[in-house]
């Protein structure tokens, strides 16, 4: 109930609802108190008003957007790439002019709609979905706009079903592959398949964070943010002795940056007549022989490749029909 007082020369406003904290605000007429009161009173009856949202109406989401980047897109690891896509999205809806209280669930599943439309592919509409989430989670949980709605929580995700890569290494590929390339990339390969590591996590390796003598990589800086020590196979072990007599260790392991290692990959897949392989899918292949060996459980592999969940786990596993045939009597 609302409650109207004078105080000086002021008119103040105070409502209490049960299940709310209470709501007050000052006018100089008593005329525009009257009407806030109403106004409030009857947004408070259908669950869309709180204190908070004042700020959100008059907040575009262009400059929401300037300030997400400063306190959180910028102290991310890869901060520029989500820099870009969020830049990307505001360019392609003409959202910025907006205000945060303006964009509505509808305006989310028209951007889908259109994404799908011009052969987006789902991961990459989900990860533009996730952006504009993190922005309205952001304006709730840092800036006290808790009544916010996060327009993107109404919208249907598309799916990622039948979107997984499955490539594997056919008979004879690797030795194709291998065959093929450089004698920089060579070992990068060997390593990549012998421990499953991600392409940036090789390319970063330095030899501080390798002991031979245990067999260990220390990963201190992950893709999803956690650490991981990698235990490695003689295979392994023996590429990082041969590049410590090629390189020494006053450089990064293997030498090359995670785009030198992309470039050259590519140029060796042509090279090597080989078809829709990427340096990814290396990844893919190594969770896989982990998994064919046998002699490792679900949460032993998972700490190995640095995977947080079962379902992503599963995602880079493809198992061979005919590899299990064999384990059938």
């Excluded at 940056?257 to 899918?281: A, Y």
Aim: with cysteine.
């Amino acid at each position: 109930m609302a409650s109207i007082t004078k105080r000086g020369k002021r008119w103040l406003v105070k409502i209490r609802r049960k299940g709310h904290p209470a709501v007050q605000k000052t006018f100089s007429e008593k005329e525009d108190a009257i009407v806030w009161a109403r106004k409030t009173e009857s947004e408070l009856e259908r669950g869309v008003f709180l204190e908070d949202l004042e700020e959100a109406r008059t907040t575009t989401i262009k400059e929401a957007a300037a300030r997400f980047q400063e306190e959180h897109i910028e102290k991310l690891r890869h901060g520029s790439r989500e820099k870009n896509r969020l830049a990307a999205i505001l360019e392609r809806t003409g959202w910025g002019t907006l205000a945060l209280t303006n964009l509505k669930g509808k305006d989310v599943a028209s951007y889908v709609r259109q994404r799908e439309k011009e052969g987006s592919k789902p991961d990459t509409i989900r990860l533009d979905l996730a952006l504009i989430s993190r922005l309205f989670k952001h304006a709730r949980q840092e800036w006290g706009m808790e009544s916010l709605r996060n327009p993107v929580e109404a919208v249907r995700r598309p799916s990622l079903r039948g979107t997984a890569r499955t490539r594997r290494l056919e008979p004879g590929e690797e030795e194709k592959l291998l065959k093929a390339a450089h004698d920089d990339l060579k070992p990068v390969i060997i390593f990549a398949l012998a421990t499953a590591m991600r392409r940036e996590e090789i390319a970063s390796l330095a030899w501080p964070e390798i002991n031979l003598k245990k067999r260990t990589a220390h990963l201190p800086k992950t893709k999803n943010g956690d650490a991981r020590t990698v235990p490695l196979s003689r295979r392994a072990v023996a590429i990082l002795r041969l590049q410590c007599r090629k390189l020494g260790t006053e450089s990064l392991v293997f030498g090359l940056s995670k785009d030198q290692i992309t470039d050259r990959m590519r140029v060796t897949v042509k090279r090597g007549g080989l078809t829709d392989l990427r340096f990814h899918d290396l990844r893919h292949e190594a969770t896989s022989r982990l998994f064919e060996r046998g002699t490792l459980d679900t949460m032993e592999i998972s700490s190995i490749t640095g995977h947080k969940t079962l379902t992503m786990l599963k995602r880079y596993t493809h198992l061979r029909a005919e590899d299990l045939a064999k384990k059938l009597e």
